[in-house]
């Protein structure tokens, strides 16, 4: 089955800086990878995400790149601010009615 | 538009007593209905999944069961709650023509 791995587990930056969280995945069939935000206390939210016929894609301070050949796909949060801080899963599946696999999250830290 | 809900938020319960958390969907029709459980605050543990009404998939043998009497109702259940059952509970949803996953707000379950 797929395995998603996501790093870094925690990352700290100051207001403004950029963060960028990396998973990589296992399954070659996998064709479907979004990225979920989750806030303290509530179920997690897709915030953004990308098919395999494209390597790129962007929604205003977030975007994130997928390369298909080393099997590894980054969300990058640019000009951060505090209201960025939460957990981020990334995951992938075949799409379709196929069960996403998560990673185990990304607690992003943003300090004003 | 769809929605989930899901209750309740918040519930502290004895060991040994009965659970039962409910989750139902809204703005669309047999969807794919899922119960994730996350301990510490991390990682997202897929429990149950159910393709249609009386259609149940275990993913990982437990004190909890799930059912699903009507095509947007998913419950999960457990005859005598554990202090392992501790946690928050996620139920999910998709559409089988649309990958992406919709959560809801997730109950806080403490076992004491």
């Known amino acids: ?27 070659s069939a996998s ?34 790149t997928l390369n298909k050949t080393a ?3 980054s969300l990058h949060i640019t000009e951060t ?12 599946s075949k ?3 196929y069960i996403p696999t998560f990673g185990r999250g990304t607690s992003l830290i943003v300090h004003p | 538009s769809q929605t989930i809900h899901q209750w309740p938020a918040t519930l502290v319960q004895p060991v040994g007593s009965p659970l039962s958390l409910e989750c139902t969907v809204e703005g669309t029709s047999n969807p794919n209905l899922y119960w994730y459980r996350q301990a510490a605050g991390r990682g997202l543990q897929l429990l149950f999944y159910s393709v249609g009404i009386g259609q149940i998939s275990s993913e990982v043998p437990q004190n909890l069961s799930a059912s699903r009497p009507q095509d947007r109702q998913f419950i999960l259940s457990s005859k005598k709650l554990l202090l392992s059952d501790s ?20 109950t806080q379950l403490s076992v004491l």
């Open chain 1, 81 to 92: 601010q505090p209201e960025d801080s939460a957990v981020y899963f990334c995951a992938a």
């Open chain 1, 31 to 64: 064709n479907y990878f979004p990225w979920y935000k989750q806030e303290l206390g509530k179920g997690p939210q897709l915030i953004i995400d990308i098919r395999s016929n494209v390597g790129e894609k962007k929604d205003q301070r977030i975007a994130v």
């Open chain 1, 95 to 97: 799409g379709g009615s």
């Open chain 2, 87 to 106: 946690g928050f509970y996620l139920c999910a949803f998709h559409t089988g023509a649309n990958e992406k996953l919709f959560f809801g707000s997730g």
């Open chain 1, 71 to 73: 099997k590894h796909f």
């Open chain 1, 1 to 27: 089955g797929e395995n998603v791995e996501q790093h870094p587990s925690t990352l700290s930056v100051q207001e403004g800086d950029s963060a960028v969280i990396k998973c990589t995945y296992s399954d």
